[in-house]
């Protein structure tokens, strides 16, 4: 087995080396093979990310920064969630449960545990036993049981994983399918520019159409005056200002469109220009799910993407191999070692400095199992209602009926 192989396994799930290189060769084999279908995972997460960057930038300089920026942020939060998957160290510290006792009708005590229950309590445990291990969401408590996502695959914390790394294989799987298809996208998208050329081309021909027939309307309206007016103004007054006044505006008219189209020109280089070398990745994506590709392609991306995750997931729960335990219960001694130290050394510093012996306070901890604090500790005994024949029985004084001294 190369060395290569074995620091990019130990280095991308921060495993202990020492430890590491004492397992088996086929456990080692196992988490080499999950890490490098990673490796295989993360080359798409690039790719994907230069395609999709340079689809939004339309530039190779922006494409190669952000795009490493990009690919390193998924890939990293794929490796997060791969390095979490391993036992927790409180799957350990949730032990501290104390043996109940309950009487028998004939007097004699048995365990809580004990297999003689009635049939119905048996099946229900069963039941909720079975929902336990298959749960996807975390139920409320019920009144008989509590129904959590403490089984092997966590219900809630498993749904929100699905979902992000779901989004994260779609977010790749359009931009890589594209890449594979560059040269229909480049067709998709000189098509799409010419549309919305020949839509801004009719937009500013009808903005320019109505006002020159604002124009027209004024000088034809002047003309109507001046003919159905022309015996009763005079040459040199009201006839002259109208003549005036049609001569503006034909001018202006004229200059109106000239400049219009002096301008509409330059509006029109100016938008080609900006539209020339973008992509319009909505409608490209839109058109992405056609293509003969896309579909090999979305399966290899998840593929990638979740067989990791459940080769680690199956090492994890696997009774065969070694190094997830071995890991835990490392990771425990170092915590609980410190965590002794550290308690050592506060109750001398409070003997030495302040004559005060913490031992006692240390002892009566709000939690049961320090250094992990997952059992609380019942200070209180748990008060239960009770009947009022229960509250009488309780003083259990016999009546007595005396004579009524006066």
């Known amino acids: 087995m190369t060395d290569w192989k074995k620091n990019i396994t130990i280095e991308v799930l921060g495993l202990e080396r020492q430890l590491w290189e004492s397992v088996d060769i086929s ?238 020109q330059k509006q029109l280089k100016i938008f080609s220009d900006q539209i020339g070398d973008k992509y319009f990745v909505i409608s490209i994506f839109y058109a992405a799910v056609n293509f003969p590709l896309f579909f090999p392609v979305f399966f290899a991306v998840f593929y990638l993407l979740f067989y990791s995750h459940i080769k680690l997931i199956l090492i994890k729960n696997s009774k065969i191999y070694i190094y997830p335990k071995e890991s835990t219960r490392l990771y425990k001694e170092a915590i609980e070692k410190e965590y002794h130290e550290t308690q050592a050394y506060l109750k001398q510093f409070l003997l030495k400095n302040y004559q005060y012996d913490a031992s006692p306070f240390m002892e009566n901890s709000f939690y049961l199992n320090p250094p992990y604090c997952t059992e609380k500790r019942t200070f209180f005994k748990k008060r239960l209602p009770i009947t009022k024949q229960a509250f009488l029985d309780h003083f259990n004084v016999p009546k007595k009926i005396g004579n009524i001294e006066n």
């Open 27 to 264: 456990e080692q084999k196992a988490y080499i093979n999950a890490i490098l279908h990673y490796v295989g995972f993360v080359i798409c997460a690039f790719m994907g990310s230069y395609a999709l960057l340079y689809l939004i930038s339309s530039s190779f300089l922006l494409t190669l920064i952000t795009g490493s920026m990009l690919g390193l942020i998924l890939s990293s939060i794929v490796r997060f969630s791969l390095i979490i998957l391993r036992k927790s160290i409180f799957d350990v510290s949730k032990s501290y449960k104390k043996n109940q006792v309950i009487p028998l009708l004939n007097g004699t005590i048995l365990n809580a545990k004990n297999n003689s229950q009635p049939h119905s309590s048996r099946v229900r445990k069963v039941v909720i036993g079975f929902i336990n291990k298959i749960n996807f969401i975390k139920f409320p408590k019920w009144r008989f049981a509590k129904i959590t996502g403490d089984s092997k695959i966590p219900g809630l914390a498993m749904m929100i994983r699905l979902i992000i790394l779901s989004t994260i294989g779609l977010l790749l799987t359009f931009p890589i399918a594209c890449l594979f298809h560059f040269s229909e996208v480049e067709n998709l998208n000189t098509i799409k520019r010419e549309q919305i050329k020949q839509r801004f081309v009719l937009d500013a021909r009808k903005n320019l159409d109505k006002k020159t027939s604002l124009f027209r309307t004024n000088i034809e309206e002047i003309k109507n005056q001046i003919s159905k007016n022309i015996g009763i103004y005079q040459v040199n007054g009201l006839m002259k200002q109208k003549q005036k006044e049609l001569e503006k505006l034909n001018k202006d008219l004229d200059g109106f469109t000239i400049e219009n189209e002096e301008d509409y």
